[in-house]
């Protein structure tokens, strides 16, 4: 004879998915306070071997790490599988050693705001009724945060921080993809070395040159704190959030990294920037409410695509 089934009661049915949600929240947080500590510490090392060597340093760490520890195998990917995982890694590469070039012109504030760009431009594409208020805030705010009628901002840093707002945007659409076919964390143990490896062909062997024992460890502290601790939580993440719901959160980051650049690098905010901060912080909060993805189903996707 069989056990008659437990019975529940709609709020306690509900409860999964608001942890899934909640939890999706606070892994998004946490990766974008990890991300800013990590561009803010990495800053210091510039004078020793550049933003583009600076980058290659920690991706190439983050790749060994991520290899050693993840263990993927060859069996665990289709070829779709793969060419998404390659496409991950050039767009990894791609936004990280463009952001830390912009770093190096424009305070840290100003990049991350317009870097949000990025997955401000994935959140309105997907976004219906509400939720485009949300992103209309938060474009406000990019606006505040990066004051574009004061003159005077490196022209040059200004690009570079809106080519990696494009590379943002690929880069939350294809974790989203591989995040979703990939078992746990296979994917992006395959995307990091790949970003590695071209980070290290844009730095070249005369930025590597100047590596000594004390840098090596240091990028391996700091690769640890961004990006294998926020990559691996944005991993997370995009599986209990929508790309809408996870574009507009990271609308949270300029307002990260103005605090962090503030106490770290000395960038003090003015008027027009504080104001963009209470803009961005309240359409992150909005987007919460309504961001949760509708659970896949059980089957998942297919495999032979």
Known sequence: MTAPPALTSPATARRPALRGTDAG??????????VQLGLALSVRLFDQLGPVGTTALRLTWAGVLLLVLV???RSDFTGRDLLACLG????????M?????????????TASALEFLG???VAMFGA?????????????GVVLLTEPWHGGSD?????LALAAAACWAGYILLTQRVGD????LNGLAVSMPVAALVATLFAGPSALGSVTWPLVLTGLALAVLHPVIPFSLEFLALRRLSTTAFGTLMSLEPAIALVIGAVTLGQLPGAGPAAGVVCVVLAGIGATRTGRRAPASAEGPPRGE
Do not use: Q, Y
């Open 97 to 109: 050693l463009l952001f830390m070039c912009a770093v190096a012109r424009i305070p840290l504030g």
């Open 119 to 121: 997955p401000l431009g």
């Open 181 to 184: 076919r990939v078992t746990g």
């Open 128 to 140: 219906r009724g509400g939720r485009k208020l949300w992103a209309s805030l938060a474009a406000v």
């Open 155 to 159: 022209p040059v840093g200004l690009g």
């Open 88 to 95: 991950l890694g050039v767009v990894t590469a791609g936004l």
């Open 25 to 34: 929240v606070l892994m998004a947080l946490a990766s974008m306070s990890c």
């Open 71 to 73: 263990r993927p195998r």
